[in-house]
């Protein structure tokens, strides 16, 4: 046997190995009851529960937000940020969160937002249709 | 129901779709002549339609880049294209961006610099022209089918960019035939991409992504043609050239991260970083087991198999941008625009000609019965190579994640942080890659002098202890095995191949272009590793600051900084005040002033003011940040607003309201009796009733003979010490009293003189004060950047060692050429 061929046989064999490091290196999308049990940093999907308020004062403190969201089965739950509010959150339609739960809130490291400005043209200009006609058909 | 719609100007369009269609039918005679061109060399007619096939094909992407430019520039917003990407307000250079910011225009993009190069294929590759531009037209062929917009059987094909507005959307007020009146203005153009790199970065991109398909179509053509070893000459040197620019693009994708976004650095492991970093690695592994075989005749396989999955993975890479797929995962790609089945035929075509190519032609493969030389050149460039290319399995496993998802129904989430992942995995592999670029220097082909090789190691290794021991210490990186580790084979390299560049001036001026790119590649790694090791956020709170272990770059606590205007705040070695900001509609500059001050002597060291600027712009997701950063040599001081105050940024956007006196701007006012020579005071100083003026006019008001114009003469004088003389008239006119207010807006004041009341001897007098302004306020978040500049300069070393190389294999395949032409 050739040297390159035993060479290459071992790199496919680390390839395989590391493939197979890098899936428990993975993470899954859970729920906030999981998260819950678990107490390990992990992906939270979800919406924002759009009724209660968002409190976010930077004279007080620039680096703490709050919010209370959804998640896919519909537990509610405090989340906790350290930073500032992204602005665009009261406009998402999806929220992917990334950290971990501490007592009864989720302390979040991670903010990842579905908006529909960036990710579904149609629906943003739905909206823009309703505010149109009132400067629209004055003349 | 017919409807008669006002102002659309349709013809640009319908030139547009008619030259869209062309492309697609001129591309597809074109691959049909030129593959029967191929198969029967003998006859010229088949070359010669395939080339009249080519040329429509270029006239139409020409025609259709001018059209698209056309509306755009001219606004015509009854195209959905200029409605979604432009606006009246965007200046002229970044109508360019907006041309490229939606995929249409980005298709047009790669199918335009895919007609420059099969212009100079036409011209240049002689015997190869038939072969190598079946593929290309091939490749244009897909892509003309993504711009058709025709419906076929019940699904879309490809999404024209002359599409109307009134066709892509459905709103109500489309139906209208006066809808364009009420289409005042264009979405515009997503303000991230409003920066002058955005101009030059995807053309840049493209161009290296495009060039790919040449490395390609050469190993294709050679195995198809059965020309098996004569591709490797031409191949060369577009490969390097494909690299090279690939590579430029991405680094300027990289900067223009780091100037333009705010995530705060200048690589993230983002999936469209990645996946435009994949092709670029399998493409330089490429060109060194080219390189390899020319010089030995080993590695013919893996460098055929490499120069063809690189443009395979090119495709890929546009699948997984432009599907959507990567929603989850990435935060920019591309929207679907529902063609990734077309996507994915584009991209299994590819790989099954891959394939096909590849097994068939296993057999006639050259090979060498002759084992590697542990101590030969040859063996270690293509060890190097297959380190190459399982760092690009790494990535792809990865970032594929979402389409293994896909695929097999799982619902495996990416690792939570991204950045320590891919590093552990990339840093490793950079180690063994540098150590193999130093010193297979030393090593000869076919057979090396291993004692010489040895005393020539061993010297360079431990200058490039000592070196890298000396940046280690000063650059604070010796917090981490891994980060000694890359510097120290960094080094390694970069050393190793300053030697070899010592000998080309000593007349071997061949090798000067590797030795040179490699010394680019040594330096943007350590600039790369050291700014990315030990930047820090600077505006740290130094009550909430929190200390973490470890090295994850996540928001940690008290990362951004409160500031009111005006008032200073001291963070690290810096002063730091929030002196104003200003107004450039749609963007709100503001201005954040550093200072160094030498504590004991009081002296002032360094004084800089950023400007880093923001714009609330509700239609893509409220403020977005631009950063200001000031650039030093040994550091870079990096700042963003993350939050501000609403009110300035209400000021960018146009005010309606008529000018005067709106009572509700101000608070209640308090009514004084008051007399000639009465002194009152206000929140910001004091005013003086000075006399009173009986004479007074008031413009379009003639005087009777009994009215009363009595002006009031008011100096008010600001706590600064400023005097402002403010005159409100009080008018008496047939029996009906009146007044005219003044005000002094520099104050926030207003005067009425409401009342004569001569019982008292007195006057009334009404003062309205603005309520104080808020003040104004910024959150923001500094990070300090060390060594920067050397990935920059590494860049650019490396872009003109590219340069170098290219043009000795251009001149050796020349020479070649001429040597054969002798010969025959």
Not at chain 2, 357 to 375: A, D
Not at chain 2, 389 to 414: D, R, W
């Amino acid at each position: 046997m050739k040297k390159s061929s035993i060479i290459l046989i071992g790199i496919i064999a680390i390839a395989i190995a590391m493939i197979l490091v890098i899936y428990t290196d993975s993470s899954t999308y859970s729920t906030f009851s999981e998260a819950k049990e678990k107490q390990t940093e992990l992906y939270v999907v979800g919406v924002l529960n759009k009724d209660k308020e968002l409190m976010y004062d930077p004279v007080k403190d620039a680096n703490h937000f709050s919010f209370y969201m959804y998640d896919n089965d519909s537990t509610e739950c405090q989340v906790v940020f350290n930073g500032s509010k992204p602005q665009d959150i009261e406009r998402s339609e999806q929220i992917v969160l990334t950290g971990k739960m501490e007592g009864n809130t989720f302390h979040a490291s991670k903010i990842l937002m579905k908006c529909p400005s960036k990710y579904n043209q149609d629906q943003m200009e739905v909206i823009e249709t309703t505010a149109e006609p009132k400067t629209a058909f004055v003349n | 129901m017919d409807v008669k719609f006002v102002g659309e100007n349709l013809l640009p369009g319908q030139i547009g779709q008619f030259f869209v269609i062309l492309s697609f039918g001129a591309a597809l005679f074109s691959l049909i002549s030129y593959f029967f061109a191929a198969k029967n060399p003998e006859e010229t007619s088949w070359k010669k339609l395939g080339r009249i096939g080519f040329w429509l094909n270029a006239l139409s992407i020409f025609v259709i880049g001018a059209t698209l430019f056309y509306i755009i520039y001219n606004h015509l917003f009854e195209y959905h294209y200029a409605w979604a990407h432009s606006s009246t307000t965007l200046p002229t250079h970044y109508i360019i961006s907006a041309f490229w910011e939606g995929q249409e225009g980005s298709f047009w993009l790669w199918m335009f610099w895919q007609v420059i190069l099969g212009i100079v294929l036409v011209f240049k590759s002689k015997s190869w022209e038939a072969p190598v531009m079946t593929f290309v037209m091939l490749c244009q062929l897909f892509l003309s089918s993504m711009l058709i917009g025709v419906e076929i059987f019940g699904s879309r094909i490809g999404s024209s960019p002359f599409i109307l507005l009134r066709e892509a959307m459905t709103w109500p007020i489309l139906n209208d035939p006066n809808y364009l009146s009420m289409i005042k203005d264009g979405r515009g153009l997503n303000p991230l991409l409003q920066n002058y790199w955005m101009v030059i970065h995807p053309p840049t991109l493209f161009l290296g992504f495009a060039s790919m398909i040449v490395p390609f179509t050469y190993a294709a053509a050679g195995l198809w043609q059965k020309r098996y070893k004569e591709w490797i000459n031409p191949g060369l040197p577009w490969a390097l050239f494909a690299v090279m620019i690939l590579g430029a693009g991405i680094i300027m994708g990289s900067f223009w991260a780091y100037e333009a976004l705010n995530f705060g650095g200048f690589w993230a492991w983002d999936p469209v970083e990645n996946v435009s970093i994949i092709p670029w690695f399998t493409l330089i592994a490429a060109v060194h087991v080219m390189i390899a075989f020319k010089n030995s005749g080993h590695a013919y396989f893996t460098s055929a198999f490499l120069c063809l999955i690189s443009f395979v993975l090119v495709i890929y890479a546009s699948y997984l941008t432009r599907s959507g797929i990567l929603g989850e995962t990435s935060v920019h790609s591309f929207t679907s625009l529902g063609m990734s089945g077309q996507l994915i035929i584009f991209n299994l075509t590819f790989l099954g000609l891959m394939i096909f190519f590849l097994v068939t032609r296993k057999k006639g493969m050259p090979s060498t019965q002759k084992e590697e030389e542990i101590y030969s050149r040859e063996f270690w460039l293509f060890i190097g190579a297959l380190v190459l290319t399982v760092a690009c399995v790494q990535m792809i496993a990865t970032t594929s994640i979402p389409v293994f998802n896909a695929l097999f129904g799982t619902k495996v989430a990416p690792p939570i942080d991204p950045i320590p992942h891919y590093n552990k995995w990339q840093g490793a592999f950079a180690v063994v890659v540098m150590l193999l670029t130093a010193f297979t220097q030393f090593l000869k082909y076919k057979r090396s002098d291993s004692k010489k090789f040895w005393a020539a190691t061993l010297a360079s290794f431990v200058f490039a202890i000592l070196i890298s021991a000396v940046i280690i210490y000063f650059t604070h990186v010796y917090t981490n095995v891994m980060y000694i580790l890359i510097t120290f084979s960094a080094v390694f390299c970069i050393l190793a191949n300053l030697r070899i560049l010592g000998d080309a001036f000593k007349g071997k001026w061949r090798l000067a272009g590797s030795a040179v790119s490699h010394i680019g590649f040594g330096l943007l790694l350590i600039g790369a590793l050291i700014a990315a090791a030990t930047n820090e956020v600077i505006s740290v709170n130094q009550e909430n600051y929190i200390a973490v272990a470890g090295f994850d770059k996540v928001e940690k606590p008290g990362e951004n900084l409160f500031l009111t205007e005006g008032e200073p705040v001291q963070m690290g070695e810096y002063k730091i005040t929030y002196v104003g900001d200003s107004v450039a509609a749609p963007n709100v500059f503001y201005k954040i002033k550093y200072e160094k001050i030498d504590e004991e002597t009081g002296q002032m060291l360094e004084s800089f003011i950023l400007t880093p600027f923001a714009q609330n712009n509700p239609q893509m997701g409220g403020l977005i940040g631009t950063p200001g950063t000031k650039h030093f040599l040994t550091h870079d001081i990096y700042t963003l607003i993350t939050a501000a105050a609403s009110d300035s940024q209400a000021a960018a956007t146009p005010k309606q309201e008529g000018e005067g006196t709106n009572l509700e701007e101000y608070d209640e006012p308090a009514t004084y009796k008051v007399a000639v020579g009465d002194t009152l005071r206000y929140r910001n100083g004091y005013y003086v009733i000075e006399s009173l003026d009986h004479n007074a006019t008031v413009e379009n008001m003639s005087k009777g003979e009994n009215d009363l114009m009595v002006k009031m003469k008011i100096k008010v004088v600001s706590a600064e010490g400023k005097e402002y003389p403010v005159e409100p008239v009080f008018v008496l006119k047939n029996n009906n009293y009146f007044d005219f207010p003044k005000t002094v807006e520099e104050q926030g004041l207003m005067f009425r003189f409401t009342k004569v009341l001569p019982a008292d001897k007195k006057l009334e007098l009404m003062a309205y004060q603005k309520p104080l302004p808020q003040k104004k306020w910024v959150v923001f978040k500094a990070i300090k950047f060390p060594y920067i500049n050397f990935f920059w300069c590494g860049t650019i070393v490396m872009t003109i060692g590219f340069c170098m190389a290219i043009y000795r294999r251009v001149k050796d395949g020349r020479n070649k050429q001429n040597r054969e032409e002798l010969v025959s």
